[in-house]
């Protein structure tokens, strides 16, 4: 494919190059020594990925954007430090393993799974203060930041935050690596994956009659060929977040022996969030600089000026798996914006992968006053993001989900149609809300059948 423009290694792009844009959702810190300190020792301190990890990731999302393979990204709107526990941990993964099992086995296709964890510590706000009783204190951005509780000291943003953050990032990620190399997602062992707390789930019966079909075929293939089928037990997980604390961005910005370019080595995939996604963007500045494969959310007041832009300047090499576009719309926005976002994206020739967010188009506020979402807005958003892009001519890549393995209840509807009085029972997230473990895997269930419609 032609180059879109030149290297952006070329062209006046630098680690600090992002200062000289507009700086959006940034923290205001207090002591600018303090600040120069902790960065000094992050910029010091072993990366969180490699960078072979990164260009594998690059390598599926290039198959993704050939329909030859499903991303499933999901995870917290925002990780706390309180749930960098084994429990949450392996219950995210167990999800997300389940979900994608069920994508592998019903749409015959392979699946990357990328979580929004270890690092998805950043979050943007509406303001950047916040008032509460005449009492005007700065917004928690998040753990990486400062602490939710509303006082002085809690919500002053602290940079030793973002070594903290970069810590439990590193035993989060130390984790993962270990249950997975240890045998966790064998499929021979799937009572592995059992959540404790689920009882007489209509999805977890469901999944494990075809954890049981899956089985079966498996030893029918053994005994045919006669050897023991390998890599059963091998999965890969990826770490993404959204690449929001510019500082921290940079920190962890490194070049590598033997390879050329800088890559973000605190996550595999960094992604832009929709408030920084400008042209004039630091963010944008700062993202467009490195070799890993990056996200992008766009939006209704997405124009097709600003996707093109924002194509040429992210992947200006219009790289296969470089670039994915994170359409979050809303189900009752999204056929008024994706068709053309397509058709603009096809006759500039731009080489993207289209990831479905159903979560962030559909937020609303109960009148009991939580923030909430739909299940059947969720669902539909997914369902008319596959029916949209076929008619297209295009194809939908993956979904882009925030869930969560325990029990909670945030999102209204789905299997058990959780209602508006029920949120208070477990509404535990810092942020958003997420879909619990049965939301999680009847969504996947539908995803299957969207697919093959
Ligand atoms: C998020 O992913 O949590 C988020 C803030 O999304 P968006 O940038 O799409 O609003
Ligand atoms: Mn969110």
Not at 206 to 230: C, M, N, P, R, W
Not at 334 to 343: D, F, G, Q, S, T
Request: with cysteine; glycine share 6%; proline share 4%.
């Amino acid at each position: 494919m032609k180059s879109l423009k030149s290297n952006p290694q070329s062209d006046n792009w630098s680690l600090e190059s992002w200062k000289t844009k507009a700086i959006r959702q940034q923290a205001t810190y207090p002591d600018q020594a303090h600040l120069d300190k902790a960065l000094s020792t992050l910029s010091s301190l072993p990366p969180l990925v490699t960078s072979w990890e990164v260009k594998r990731l690059k390598s599926y999302l290039a198959e993704v954007s050939r329909g030859e393979r499903f991303l499933v990204q999901g995870g917290d709107c925002a990780e706390s430090f309180a749930d960098c526990n084994s429990s949450i941990i392996s219950n995210r993964l167990k999800v997300l393993i389940q979900m994608s099992l069920v994508l592998i086995h019903g749409c015959q296709i392979p699946v990357v799974r990328v979580g929004r964890f270890a690092g998805q510590y950043a979050k943007p706000r509406s303001a950047d203060l916040e008032t509460r009783d005449g009492v005007s204190l700065p917004s928690f951005r998040g753990d990486i930041v400062n602490q939710n509780e509303f006082t002085e000291a809690s919500r002053i943003p602290n940079p030793d935050k973002m070594l903290e953050a970069y810590h439990y990032s590193a035993m989060t990620m130390n984790f993962i690596r270990a249950l997975v190399a240890g045998g966790f997602a064998d499929i021979r062992h799937p009572e592995y994956w059992n959540i404790e707390w689920v009882k007489h789930s209509k999805s977890a019966e469901k999944f494990s009659q075809l954890v049981t079909e899956i089985k079966d075929s498996v030893q029918f293939a053994e005994v045919l060929v006669g050897t023991k089928v390998h890599n059963l037990s091998s999965v890969e997980f990826f770490s993404a977040h959204e690449a929001l604390h510019l500082h921290y961005e940079q920190a962890l910005t490194r070049t590598v022996p033997r390879q050329d370019g800088h890559f973000n080595l605190s996550a595999h995939f960094p992604w832009i969030g929709l408030r920084t996604n400008q042209l004039d963007s630091a963010h944008v500045e700062m993202m467009r600089g490195i070799e890993n494969p990056i996200g992008v959310k766009i939006g209704p007041e997405t124009d097709d000026d600003h996707l093109i832009d924002l194509c040429r300047t992210l992947n200006p090499e219009n790289e296969a798996g470089k670039l994915t576009l994170i359409h979050r719309f809303g189900a009752k926005n999204i056929e008024n914006n994706l068709p053309r976002l397509i058709k603009t994206a096809q006759r500039a020739n731009l080489d993207v992968v289209w990831c479905a967010d159903p979560m962030h188009g559909n937020t609303e506020a109960t009148s009991n006053g939580y923030k909430t979402r739909r299940f059947e807005n969720i669902s539909k958003e997914v369902e008319l993001s596959f029916k949209i892009h076929k008619e297209n001519g295009s194809h939908l890549g993956g979904v882009h989900l925030e869930l969560t393995g325990e029990n909670v209840t945030e999102c209204l509807g789905g299997a058990r149609a959780l209602q508006e009085a029920d949120l208070s029972k477990a509404y535990t997230t810092q942020v958003d809300p997420r879909l619990n473990y049965e939301q999680a895997l009847e969504l996947a269930f539908s995803i299957k059948d969207f697919f093959h419609q």
